[in-house]
Each structure stands twice: as structure tokens, then as C-alpha cells.
């Protein structure tokens, strides 16, 4: 059973980040427009002209689709394909316990697919599942809301119990909160980021493979330059869309690519 720490691993509380990330950019005179929902890009002679809300349009020569699992339909309202797959992810959190220390580190139990962090005075723990969860957000009610994501407990417990000579904790630990996400796969485990082929101004910055938080300073950065110079700081060429080729992809073939990279996510086993 191969076990991983890493000594000097960090983790912190997601939504943090998202506010940070929000507060800087207001702080650099970004006007930010929560809660507005992009219906689509306009495009006029291949060019982006701008994005179309429900409060009007907002005209502007580039567009950055970072949308999270609705990448895929704020590019398709606008005729572009992005060959990802959003995926459930689905981690318990526990009641406090005496002794989850915030000092102790992650835990990866590799060949499980297991981790396991301290988290406010207990543990957040989860699986990469072996038959994960894959969604088409068309199928999905409007006001859908990632907090409705449809939950399986029995499938954290089914890998708690593989673990229990490990982390005979998971099985025993009282679960305070059952959370949801909604990650992007995409066939090659890698990020999709920078311009679309044939649309100028059309950016991406999605397909985070359940990675995105500990990579999105290092992508914002290289993604700012990249459209402000026309050209990345370093070469991307392996995170660009174009790596897939033309299309069309056959949704069968990537769900596929994308589950076996989710349920691959600390390796071949
Ligand atoms: C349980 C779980 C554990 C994770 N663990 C880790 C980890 O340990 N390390 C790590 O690096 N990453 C981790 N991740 C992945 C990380 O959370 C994602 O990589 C990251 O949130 C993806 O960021 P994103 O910007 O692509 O999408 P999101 O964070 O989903 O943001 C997309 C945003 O776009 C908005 N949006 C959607 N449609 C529209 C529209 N039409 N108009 C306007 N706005 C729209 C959404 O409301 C949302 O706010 C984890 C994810 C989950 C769910």
C-alpha cells in the first residue's frame, strides 16, 4: 500500500481564495459584477465584441470563459466546443475530535485513492472514485445550484472501509458535513487554458482536473500576458485546445478519457 506525505503541503478554505482573488482585482479598479450571468459571447467576423447578461450587453474586445462546469455552455451558446466533463467530487467533513490537529499534514493513501486534511478542529476527507459521477450541465435545471449536486455517502464509506488499517479514524469520525463539487475532466488529465483557435479575444481558463486551486495564480498570471502580449510568458502549447485537435470529439470517447483520468487522479493502479 503506498502511502504519500508531503512535508511541506499547504491547504486552506477554497472560498478564501475565489474572495482573494476578487478583492485584489477590485483593489487594481476591477468592477466586478457578481451573481451576472453570461449568456453567451458575441462574435462578429471572428472577433469578440462582448458578452450578452440579462442586465444588457458588456462590450469588450477580449473574454475570458472561466465558468467552472458551465464552461461548455457559455462556449457552445457562441458555436464553440471545449471537450470537457464536469464530475462529481464529493468529500465528507467531520466533527471536531480530539487531536485533528490543524499542524497535522495531508494524507494520500495512493493506491486506495484516498486523502484526508485536518479541517475546522476535525477531518475533510474524500475519494477519487473508480466510477465517478459525470454530468451534462444541459440536463440540469436553470437554476440549478452546485450546493443541490446529488450526493452518494455510501461510496465515501465503501472506501473507508478499504482504508481502515490506515484510517481506522474515517469509519468512526461523525460526519458534520457531506460536500459537492463539480470539477472539469478533460481526456488528458491537463488544464484547458488560452485562446480558442478561430475566435480572436476568446479565451479559456477551465478543464481544472480537480487541480485548479493550487494552479490559478501561476495560470492568471501566464493567462494575463498571454492576452496582453499575444503571446504566452512560456510555452502552453500542451494546455491549449488545440492540443485535441479539430473535433469533433464523441462525447462517449471523452466521457470515457475523463473518467479514467478522474478515478487516475494519483496515478495508474
Ligand atoms: C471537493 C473538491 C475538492 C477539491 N480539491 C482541490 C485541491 O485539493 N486542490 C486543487 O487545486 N483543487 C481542488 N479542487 C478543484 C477546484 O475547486 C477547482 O479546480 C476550481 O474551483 C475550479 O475553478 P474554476 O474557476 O474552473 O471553476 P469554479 O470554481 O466552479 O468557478 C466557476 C464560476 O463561474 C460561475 N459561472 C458559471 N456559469 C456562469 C455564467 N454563465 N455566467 C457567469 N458566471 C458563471 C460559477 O457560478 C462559478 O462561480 C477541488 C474541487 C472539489 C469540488
Known amino acids: 500500500m503506498a502511502i504519500l506525505r508531503i512535508g511541506d503541503d499547504l491547504y486552506f478554505n477554497p472560498a478564501q481564495l475565489a474572495v482573494g ?13 457578481p451573481n451576472m450571468t453570461a449568456n453567451r459571447v458575441l462574435i462578429e467576423a471572428g472577433r469578440v465584441t462582448g458578452g ?8 469588450a474586445p477580449v473574454v475570458v470563459d472561466a465558468a467552472g462546469a458551465w464552461t461548455r455552455q457559455v462556449a457552445e451558446a457562441s458555436g464553440i466546443r471545449v471537450p470537457l466533463v464536469p464530475t462529481a467530487q464529493q468529500p465528507f467533513v467531520t466533527e471536531p475530535l480530539s487531536g485533528a490537529l ?17 479541517c475546522d ?13 459525470l454530468f451534462d450541465m444541459t440536463d440540469l435545471s436553470e437554476d440549478f445550484d452546485v450546493k443541490d449536486l446529488p450526493l452518494d455517502a455510501g461510496v465515501l464509506w465503501q472506501y473507508a472501509r478499504d482504508v481502515q488499517a490506515q484510517l481506522p479514524i474515517l469509519l468512526k469520525a461523525p460526519v458534520r458535513k457531506h460536500r459537492g ?6 481526456a488528458d488529465g ?24 493550487s494552479i490559478s495564480p501561476a495560470l492568471g498570471d501566464v493567462l494575463a500576458s498571454w492576452i496582453l502580449d499575444c503571446a504566452p510568458p512560456i510555452d502552453l502549447t500542451p494546455l491549449t485546445i488545440s492540443r485535441f485537435g479539430e473535433g469533433p470529439w464523441p462525447e462517449d470517447e ?16
Open 52 to 59: 450578452e447578461t440579462p442586465r444588457g450587453v458588456i462590450h
Open 190 to 213: 491537463q488544464h484547458i487554458v488560452g485562446p480558442a483557435p478561430h475566435v480572436r479575444g476568446f479565451y479559456f481558463a477551465s478543464g481544472c482536473n480537480v487541480a485548479g486551486l
Open 181 to 186: 463539487g463539480l470539477p472539469t475532466m478533460t
Open 21 to 33: 482573488f476578487a478583492r485584489a482585482a477590485q483593489s487594481c479598479g476591477v468592477e466586478l459584477l
Open 254 to 269: 471523452l466521457r470515457k478519457q475523463a473518467a479514467w483520468q478522474y478515478r487516475h487522479f494519483y496515478g495508474a493502479r
Open 102 to 118: 490543524a499542524t497535522l499534514p495531508m494524507v494520500r493513501i495512493m493506491d486506495a485513492a484516498v486523502y484526508m486534511r485536518p
Open 121 to 133: 478542529g476535525g477531518f475533510l476527507w474524500g475519494v477519487y472514485e473508480e466510477d465517478p459521477k
